[in-house]
Structure formats: C-alpha cells, structure tokens
C-alpha cells in the first residue's frame, strides 16, 4: 500500500482528534511537572506543531522527488520527527528529557548533539532572508517542555503520532479543538477579553473587503491566523503565474501575536495553508510609539478582532497621545490600525469592536470623532447576541473604513437574529448562508427591515470651545418594524403634534367623567 493511500485512510477526523487529545490529557494530568491546562496546553500544540511539519515536509519531499528536483527540509537529521518521534520503540525516559531540553544531549542516533529545543532555537533562514527555519526558531525560543516523566511524554507522542496534517480541514479540527481548551482555561488564566472570531464572520470580512495580490494584509493581534488564513486563501485565487505566486509569498501577509501559544497556532494554520514563512512578529503590536509609525510601516488592508475590556501597562499607553490613553484594549488597537493604514485612499479596515466603543464618551468620543474626521467609516454592520459564544455574551459591531476620504454618510446594517430563536448559541451558532442577505446588499445599498444611514459629522458633539465631548454610534435601528417613513422632517412633526392633541383631548374626556362620578 502507499504512503498516500495509508494516510488518507487514516485521515485525523474531528472525532478522532478529540479521543487522541482526551487520551493525551489524560496522561499529562499524572505528571508532576503540569499544574493544569495553562501548562497541558502549549506542551499539546509544540508535540502538535513537530508532527505536522513533518507531515508537510514529507508531502514535499514526495513533490520534488516526482518533479526529479532536490529537497532539503527546514528540520535536519536526527531531529525530524520521523527521525526521534515516530518509533514507539525509541528514545523514551530521561534520555528523552535530556535530548529535549539538554544543549548537548545524546541523540536518536547515537551520537552527542545539540539537544532538540537547542537545535530548533539556533535554525537560521539563507542569505538574509526570512524563512521557515526562521519562523521555527521564533516559535520555540517562546516553548519549554514542562513534563517531567520521559516515559509519559512518550506515551504522549505515540498517541500524537496518530495524527496526519494532510488537509485543511484538519488544520480546522485542529483550530476548533483549540477554541474549547481556551474556553476552559479561562478561568484559570483570567478573562482577558481576547476570544475567537467564527470562521463566517472571519469569511464576510474577508470577501467584502476583498484584498487583492499585491496589497499587503495585515492583522496586528492575530490570535491563531484566522483572518490572514482567510485573506491568503482569498488572494491565492489570485496567483496564477510564478511571479505573482511570490508576490504572494513574500509581500502579502503579515500579523503580530503576543502570547506564545496562539502564536504557535498562527504558524501552523498559515504553514499548512502555503505560507512558506509566516511573517508573524511575537510581539504585542501596541509596544510602537504612535508618532513613530511612518509610511513605510503602513499597509492595504487591515482585518482584525483586537482584544478588549483589558489593561497595558504604563509603558505601553506612554505610545499614544496623552488625551487619548485609555484602559480598553480596542480603542488603542483602533488608534494603531488609522496610524497603520496608507493614506491617499489606499487604506481600508474591518474591524471588530464591543458595543461600548460605539456609544463611549471622553476620550473615547475623541478616538471616534478622529475616525469620522480623518478617515472615511462607510459601514457599520450589527451583530446580534451570541455570535461569539460561548466567550461572551457582549454584543459586537463590525466597522468598515478607509482613507479615501472624510466621513460623510455612515451605512448601519443590523444582522438579523436567527429564526424561532432569541441568540446564537455554542451549539447553534450562525452559519455563512445567514450572512447572504448583507453580502447582497454591501454592493446595492438601499434602505430596508435592516439597513439605514445617518450623516457621520452630525453624531459629533462638541462644547462652546470645540472640545469633542460626545459621538455616539451606538445607533438604534429606525426600520426594524419592516416600515421605512419616507415623510420629510416636517411632516413628521405635524404628525407628532396631531396625536398630542388626541391625547389631550382624551385626557380631557376622561377628568370630565371623573369629576362627574365624584
């Protein structure tokens, strides 16, 4: 039988998955080095992350090898996982330990070597340039093995080893698997308002933003890549020759990650996908001075869902102008993403916010009002409850903008709730199809049951000196009886002041009863 044909038959389903992580778990909880998913976790993903380059670097190999070109893979002998992982028979115990963390170590093969992380840790790219043992380097100088037993991690290799990364889809199993383990760190870790964009909301972004070949996309909180995932996938319909597909390569995505694991994710979804060297910096993105991003540190297109309801330290909030220092998370992401997009109507966004930076106050006024002055926000679509359960109830907002020109009407669109139901829900959650009549109608804007629009510059309020001090988007809509009023203002008011006077007259009939029963 082939090599091909066994791995499809043994295609790592998500049911399959799911055991394979059960069983692991299992076994981590009897080492002495764990404390609990926070520590279970990163171990899971790095064994993961091994595994699967290796599957990718096999499929290679095997390309090259039917093309009759040579293939040299990012990981060496004896270090592939093929090489130290894949026997159940092989190196196990403390000598497994030593050859993980160890910098001299004896290896798989017999002979004394850099140990493993050593080895990963020290990968260089060629000639100056970034590449996947560039991105395999970054990754694990932010890992550790934490397990103490060698004979259990064995156990745990073996059972990793079951697993074949030879889809997509997998790659989404994968990702979904990950989603529930955050879920229940949460409570060990703390709420950092930081949760999972659904894979429809992430594909609407995508498609009506539509980044084309040669734009540079960022994400600069990228969580596990979903966004860049999708807009890498969206522009690689794009590259049909060999110049464009490194156009695609190597100008094309970029993003930046602070917390090591879904850092990890990140490479690993953009890996699998076809980026050959995710540019992913493992940084916290808002650790740039404000006033020192220039043009050449802007992009095309930014899709993001950045972290809210947090708090950075003082170091990080001295990056942006002293009236506009707030502790919410997505108000100083929103300020670097205006700074990060190219000017001249080159730039656009969608990013996703909580409903209080739409009708916040104080700085937040000024944050927004900066946005309506300098920037062009086109759109504001409206999620209902539930969309990003089970990580929170909040209700969310998607806003749209771009630096073609200053504000002038603002489209609000409200996404209807699912049908017979009051909210999406974890195990009714909304689904692409739903978002069909808001795609259809991005493009033939009309008012209807769920679209309106407003003038931007009338939602700024300001004090007799010209201080900002209110700009609520937080706006109700008006339609959602199914009856748009095409009256003019004026013939809204006489209507407002015809039933008054019904109502006084009423009230008028009724204490003239009143006195008459007294």
């Known amino acids: 039988m082939s090599r091909q044909l066994k791995k499809k038959q043994q295609q790592t389903t998500a049911q399959r998955l799911d055991s394979i992580i059960k069983s692991a778990r299992k076994i981590m909880r009897k080492d002495k080095g764990l404390s609990g998913d926070l520590d279970r976790l990163p171990m899971l993903t790095w064994i993961m992350f091994l595994k699967f380059l290796d599957d990718m670097e096999h499929i290679e190999e095997e390309r090259a090898e039917i093309a009759g070109k040579a293939y040299r893979g990012a990981i060496e002998a004896p270090y592939r996982w093929r090489d130290w992982a894949a026997d159940e028979g092989g190196i196990t115990g403390p000598d497994l330990i030593d050859f993980l963390t160890l910098d001299v170590a004896g290896r798989p093969d017999g002979t004394r070597g850099p140990g493993l992380f050593a080895y990963l840790r020290s990968l260089r790219g060629n000639n100056g340039t970034r590449g996947r043992k560039d991105v395999i380097a970054t990754v694990f100088r932010g890992l550790a093995n934490r397990m103490e037993s060698g004979y259990l991690l064995r156990d745990v290799i073996d059972l990793i080893d079951g697993i074949h990364f030879d889809s997509s889809e997998e790659m989404h199993t994968l990702g979904r698997l990950y989603e529930t383990l955050l879920r229940e760190m949460r409570d060990a870790a703390g709420d950092s308002g930081e949760f999972y964009t659904p894979r429809p909301i992430v594909r609407f972004m995508v498609q009506v933003v539509d980044p084309k070949l040669g734009e540079a996309v960022l994400d600069p909180a990228c969580g596990t890549g979903g966004f860049l995932t999708e807009a890498f996938v ?104 205006m700074r990060r997009l190219k000017r001249g109507g080159k730039g656009r966004a969608a990013v996703v916010v909580p409903h209080g930076v739409l009708f916040g106050d104080g700085i937040a006024a000024r944050i927004k009002a900066d946005l309506l002055t300098e920037f062009n926000l086109h759109t504001v679509v409206r999620l209902p409850e539930g969309v990003f359960a089970p990580y929170t109830d909040i209700p969310t907002n998607i806003i749209f903008f771009d630096t073609t020109k200053t504000t002038g009407d603002i489209w609000f669109y409200e996404q209807p709730k699912p049908n017979g139901r009051k909210k999406y829900s974890k195990t009714a959650p909304l689904n692409f199809d739903e978002l069909k009549p808001c795609r259809d109608w991005w493009s033939a804007r009309e008012e209807n049951e769920q679209a309106w629009k407003v003038h931007g510059p009338d939602l700024i309020e300001t004090d007799k000196a010209g201080r900002v001090v209110g700009c609520n988007l937080d706006l109700k809509n008006p339609n959602g009886s199914g009856v748009i009023d095409h009256r003019t203002p004026l013939e809204i008011v006489d209507s407002i002041e015809t039933k008054e006077q019904r109502i006084l007259a009423i009230m008028g009939e009724i204490k003239r009863t009143l006195s008459e029963m007294a």
């Open 234 to 337: 969206h522009m690689a319909e794009q590259a049909d020759t060999v110049e464009k597909r490194d156009v695609l390569q190597s100008t094309s995505i970029f993003g930046g990650e602070a917390k090591p694991l879904p850092f990890l994710l990140a490479q690993m979804n953009l890996l699998l996908h076809g980026l050959e060297a995710p540019k992913i910096a493992p940084d916290n993105s808002l650790k740039v001075r404000l006033s020192e991003i220039g043009e050449a540190d802007r992009v095309d297109v930014i899709l993001t869902n950045p972290p809210f309801g947090g708090e950075e330290e003082a170091g990080i909030l001295n990056n942006f102008p002293e009236d506009r220092r707030t502790a919410e998370t997505a108000l100083l992401f929103l300020q670097l993403i």
